[in-house]
């Protein structure tokens, strides 16, 4: 018995701080809750209109994305994306890994969903 270990020492060096960042890892991106209640108000308009089903929401150290689907098996049609450009936020809108539109504000890449886009 006497081999025992204090794991509260060892699991304190990697414990989760507020921001969801690890001590050591890098610090991840994330959509402010604003940000994302405006995205979700986007989303579900389209989702009322039958346009769209299904969405997914990725979150890594260099951008956050919000990836839009008509099915759910199928790739995404749109993806808004925000990341860190030297010292401000931008946002883009994504296509089959082509960028639409880069702002630094959220709203101008929204409406451009308001209206109906077609894939070409």
Same mark, same amino acid.
């Given at each position: 018995?006497?081999?025992?270990?204090?794991?509260?020492?060892?699991?304190?060096?990697?414990?989760?701080?507020?921001?969801?960042?690890?001590?050591?890892?890098?610090?991840?991106?994330?959509?402010?809750? !604003?940000?994302?209640?405006?995205?979700?108000?986007?989303?579900? !308009?389209?989702?009322?209109?039958?346009?769209?089903?299904?969405?997914?929401?990725?979150?890594?150290?260099?951008?956050?994305?919000?990836?839009?689907?008509?099915?759910?098996? !199928?790739?995404?049609?749109?993806?808004?994306?925000?990341?860190?450009?030297?010292?401000?936020?931008?946002? &883009?809108?994504?296509?089959?890994?082509?960028?639409?539109?880069? &702002?630094? !504000?959220?709203?101008?890449?929204?409406?451009?969903?308001?209206?109906?886009?077609?894939?070409?």
């Amino acid at each position: 018995m006497s081999n025992l270990i204090d794991l509260s020492k060892k699991f304190s060096e990697t414990k989760r701080t507020f921001s969801g960042q690890s001590k050591r890892g890098p610090k991840q991106i994330f959509f402010t809750q !604003e940000e994302f209640r405006k995205i979700l108000a986007t989303y579900s !308009e389209h989702v009322a209109k039958g346009e769209w089903k299904d969405y997914a929401i990725d979150c890594n150290s260099d951008k956050a994305c919000f990836s839009i689907f008509r099915h759910s098996y !199928e790739t995404p049609i749109f993806q808004i994306s925000k990341r860190k450009n030297n010292k401000h936020w931008e946002f &883009s809108l994504n296509t089959q890994h082509r960028i639409i539109k880069r &702002s630094r !504000e959220l709203s101008t890449i929204l409406n451009l969903l308001k209206d109906p886009l077609k894939l070409v």
